[in-house]
């Protein structure tokens, strides 16, 4: 039984200890003007939702949830939001070439028609972030116009 007791006693310590390493926060109050809704003039409706599906992960400014302050969760957000932005910046959106777009545009399309995203972690606790059938179907509508435009 002490062994268990010194085992929790060092485990509780590591937690609290952990919670003193800072992590990076991707967070910024500029409107880029390579930004995707900037170049693209997104009507209101799809602006609206893909702010609050994509831009958390895939943007240089994440709304943090309170949750974000606990480590090891913030190490694994800050992953998550780092593997994010690499695969897909919409402040960065203007900066890549017209065949990246239409690379990243076909796989905005198959991602959203195969509900690969937004992603079910992240949908479990932003229920706001589910695209309901009209909504996708209006969002693909759009990426294929845009895609098509280039």
């Not at 500029?30 to 599906?53: H, Y």
Request: proline share 3%; net charge negative.
């Amino acid at each position: 039984m002490k062994v268990i007791k010194i085992i929790a006693l060092v485990l509780l310590v590591a937690f609290i200890g952990i919670q003193f390493i800072p992590t990076d926060r991707n967070q910024s109050s500029v409107v880029l003007d390579t930004d995707f809704m900037v170049v693209n003039n997104v009507p209101a409706s799809i602006e609206n939702k893909i702010q609050v599906s994509c831009y958390d992960c895939h943007s240089n400014n994440t709304a943090y949830p309170w949750y974000n302050k606990i480590q090891p969760v913030a190490w694994f957000l800050g992953d998550h939001i780092k593997e994010g932005k690499a695969e897909l910046n919409f402040n960065e959106w203007d900066e890549y070439s017209d065949r990246r777009k239409n690379s990243k545009l076909r796989s905005i399309i198959s991602q959203i028609e195969d509900d690969e995203m937004p992603l079910d972690s992240y949908t479990i606790i932003h229920a706001d972030a589910k695209f309901s059938e009209d909504e996708k179907s209006e969002i693909i509508e759009y990426m294929a116009q845009l895609k098509n435009s280039l």
